[in-house]
């Protein structure tokens, strides 16, 4: 499971989960956390089984966004079938893909998902804000934050594995207008070929 929508919760990005090794790993990094003055919730296994993973724990970055953390996850025993023919999408080992968010303060949380999270820094701008992108596998960036001032999702990305699906996915976003939000091109540091879309819901950049 990768993704979660939730009607009944409205609109907003509610919760990131992260995978861990195993229940040792799970335990440590609540340990880690708790050192560091962060309130862990040891989530119910209902919970935990509603999000397919074994074991769950919940906690708040600084800026407040709800982060969970699970292992064991359950994997389908069918591949995923799109509803029109692609190669499929390049998950696994790498994760769902990466997702990007904005924020107020952009130094105020480096400390968190550096050094008690331990992501590696992969790159980062200063100018004309603060933005860093972090790995937790290998994967050039997992996770993004830009410090725009804006507290809100900027964007979430997943990987093909074809080029031509990524062009027949730009085609189609083109036939709706204001779909696209930014055109095919090439990103300097992760070197993916990709567009940006905005949400189908509003035309409001994500």
């Not at 390049?90 to 105020?108: F, P, Q």
């Amino acid at each position: 499971q990768r993704i979660v929508i939730d009607r009944a919760q409205g609109e907003g990005t509610r919760f990131f989960g992260w995978e861990v090794a195993d229940a040792t790993a799970l335990d440590a990094l609540a340990a880690r956390l708790e050192q560091a003055g962060v309130a862990v919730t040891a989530e119910p296994q209902a919970l935990a089984e509603s999000r397919r993973g074994r074991s769950l724990i919940s906690f708040r970055d600084p800026a407040g966004n709800r982060l969970e953390a699970f292992c064991k996850p359950e994997l389908a025993s069918e591949p995923f079938k799109p509803g029109r023919p692609i190669s499929g999408f390049r998950t696994g080992a790498l994760g769902m893909g990466h997702v990007v968010l904005n924020v107020e303060d952009v130094e105020i949380l480096l400390p968190f998902y550096r050094d008690v999270l331990g992501f590696h820094v992969s790159d980062f701008g200063l100018k004309p804000y603060g933005l860093y992108f972090f790995h937790v596998n290998g994967r050039h960036h997992s996770f993004a934050m830009v410090g725009s001032g804006r507290k809100a999702l900027h964007h979430f990305m997943v990987e093909l594995g074809s080029l031509d699906d990524v062009g027949q996915g730009y085609d189609l976003a083109q036939l709706d207008d204001g779909r696209v939000a930014y055109t095919l091109g090439r990103h300097t540091n992760d070197h993916m070929t990709s567009f940006y879309v905005n949400s189908k819901r509003s035309f409001s950049p994500i």
